[in-house]
């Protein structure tokens, strides 16, 4: 009883792991191809050899021992992968195997070589089972053929390869797309934008406001100064002025008098001079003639 059991649950147990196993190889894909390599990628030997790219499109790590490349439709089997600790694929990465016909090289190098054109196929542990396949023609050296985006349609040919890297080009951010990632539907840009708004008014208000005090407050200094200067002015004594009061106060303190039969006007007189009124510079009388 104990022996049926056991069996039953190693059944159960071995059934399980082989359907983990083809779902987890399920997302494996091949990724890219490049059969014509003369200066591209080189191997850990320095070498330029064909070489094949497989890309883990699952969020897992995925262990591909057991597994199988291939470039020949009647024979799946072609090469096995031994069980490495190095062909645990981890999620979202990339393996790169040689396909120079030389696996005695490393267990990363395939014991059949890719020609100009030709199929490679990546088979189940079951050697039946395609996981998946390419189909690829070269007419140019160092050429790549790869899928466009990783993982997914379409394959293109391209002059420069990505093994190990994706084969999408890099992005570049821009902060539109950052702040559209963070805000779909536009709530903040509308807050930010009424508040820059209502900044704008505010600022506006305020310099409006304490500029035409200050603008008046200057105007009145300035007319101050102006009428202090006109009161100055007007203040002002001329000398004609100053010496007519002084005279009439001179008069009136030495010379006391009941009656005054005379008035005394001062005026300022300026004496022109010109040389053509001296009588020096008159012409002399014509001399007589002498008989």
């Avoid at 070489?51 to 897992?60: D, H, K, L, P």
């Avoid at 004594?237 to 010379?255: K, L, P």
Wanted: proline share 4%.
């Amino acid at each position: 009883m104990n022996l049926r059991k056991s069996f039953l649950i190693f059944l159960v147990g071995l059934l399980l792991t082989g359907i983990t196993h083809a779902q987890y190889s399920s997302d494996l894909r091949l990724n890219e191809v490049q059969a014509l390599n003369e200066k591209g990628p080189i191997d850990q030997f320095g070498d330029h050899a064909p070489w094949v790219e497989i890309f883990n499109t699952a969020y897992n790590s995925i262990n591909m021992a057991g597994l199988y490349l291939s470039n020949d439709p009647k024979n799946l089997t072609l090469y096995k992968l031994p069980n490495d600790v190095r062909f645990k694929i981890s999620q979202r990465s990339y393996l790169v195997f040689y396909c120079d016909g030389n696996s005695n090289k490393s267990t990363f190098h395939c014991n059949f070589k890719l020609d100009t054109s030709g199929v490679v196929y990546l088979t189940d542990g079951d050697g039946v089972t395609i996981i998946d396949s390419v189909s690829y023609s070269f007419t140019k050296e160092d050429a790549s053929y790869l899928r466009q985006t990783d993982g997914a349609e379409p394959w293109v040919y391209h002059e420069v390869a990505t093994p190990m890297q994706s084969n999408e080009p890099p992005k570049t951010s821009h902060s539109a797309d950052n702040f559209l990632e963070f805000d779909p539907i536009g709530i903040g840009m509308a807050i930010i934008a009424m508040f820059v708004v209502m900044t704008a008014l505010v600022l506006s208000y305020l310099v409006f406001k304490y500029g035409s005090r200050l603008y008046r407050s200057d105007l009145k200094k300035h007319k101050t100064v102006e009428e202090a200067a006109v009161v100055v002015e007007e203040e002002s004594i001329s000398g004609e002025v100053a010496a007519a009061i002084a005279m009439s106060m001179h008069i009136y303190v030495h010379q006391m008098h009941d009656l005054e039969d005379t008035i005394i006007t001062i005026r300022k007189i300026s004496k022109t001079y010109s040389p053509w009124s001296s009588k020096l510079y008159m012409l002399r009388p014509w001399p007589q003639k002498r008989n």
